[in-house]
């Protein structure tokens, strides 16, 4: 009789534990499908600290091979852009260190900020016939007709009516001219061959700007005469071959570039040149080198009579080169202000008589977007 209570006992304390233990499996089972949907809304909460160790095993389980992956590349995308942004701001920090605290204070020493060109953009043929007469009327109309307007000019001299000679410059307040002159930060360059009246460079030097005259005539490689400095040398359109240089060791002409740097400077308010035919080719340098952008002023004697050294074509197409020279200058900031023309001069325009044009012109232009950087030493304001 005890051992059958016996064995009764102990059978239903077996099923007991079986039934207790599938209780157990069907509760877990339940809660793990329960924590499986909450785990997305979980993880946009901050999980709090008697939590916070359980959720994060609670997502490693749960995340799948897929997300893993994905979490993954957003993750090594996030360190990556972090340490671009330190490495961009390493390098500011590195170059606002070289340049000084300020953009202003301290701009780099760039003579020519334009990449350089191989050939200009020629303008569009003034008429479908092509001819000389209509390229001549659109070249001379434009020579002769001034862009910009200038309450005060400086010149060679004045005549009783107050008009200005063959060269000026203007000195309006709206440019910048009159500005460095008054607080003598002003540099003029004057190229000329033989050149013997140096009114306006004398008036200027007495104004206080820092006068340089280049003429290759000169016996004396550097001269101070007067307020002015004199130099045997003068501007081209290209630089001399170094087997010339070694030969005669001493260069008698050089680009406006090569003038600039080897001068230490970076920038001219007046640039003044009677080069007798040869400024087509060096405005061109200049302009296919982006140099005007270091240039204030620019005075110019165009030579009309021929074509002009190395410039080539018939005639129509070189009126055509000339025009667009001009248009490119006028491209790169530079309006007219002020024509002379000397009756003086024959009236002859490539061998013609075309139009009743002279022979030669004497042009001002002022370079409206130019700003200077700094003292014509090379330091800063």
Partial sequence: MDMGRERLTLGLLLRLGILFTAVCVCIHLYLERGWQGASAPLALRRPTKSNQKWGEQSKMKQVSAEEGEQLGKSIKRRISYVHK?????????????????????????????????????????ASESQSLEDEAKRFLSYITTPQVSCASLRGKKADQE????????????????????????????????GVDDRSLESSL????????????????????????????????????????????????????????????HREVDVLKADMESAEWKILENLILEGVLDSVGQLLLELHLHWAGFEVGGDEPSVVRYWYSLLKELERSGFHLFHVHSDPAKPHVFLQKNVLNASSAYTLSWVNTQWRPLGKPDGTQK
């Fill in 162 to 193: 107050g008009s200005t000679g063959a060269w000026a410059v203007c000195l309006d307040p709206n440019y910048n001219l009159i500005h460095r002159i008054q607080s003598r930060h002003c540099r003029v360059y004057s190229f000329g061959l």
């Fill in 205 to 264: 030097a007495r104004s206080g700007c820092e006068v340089h005259c280049f003429d290759p005539s000169l016996k004396q490689p550097h001269l101070q005469q007067a307020e002015m400095w004199l130099h045997r040398l003068s501007v081209d359109w290209r630089d001399p071959s170094p087997a010339v240089v070694a030969q005669r060791q001493y260069a008698s002409t050089k680009k406006l570039a090569t003038i600039l740097n080897d001068f230490g």
């Fill in 85 to 125: 942004l330190k490495k961009d701001s390493l390098v500011r920090k590195t170059e606002g260190d070289r340049e000084g605290p300020s953009p202003r204070c301290c701009p780099p020493l760039q003579l020519h900020r334009k990449t350089p060109r191989w050939h200009i953009d020629l303008e569009p043929w």
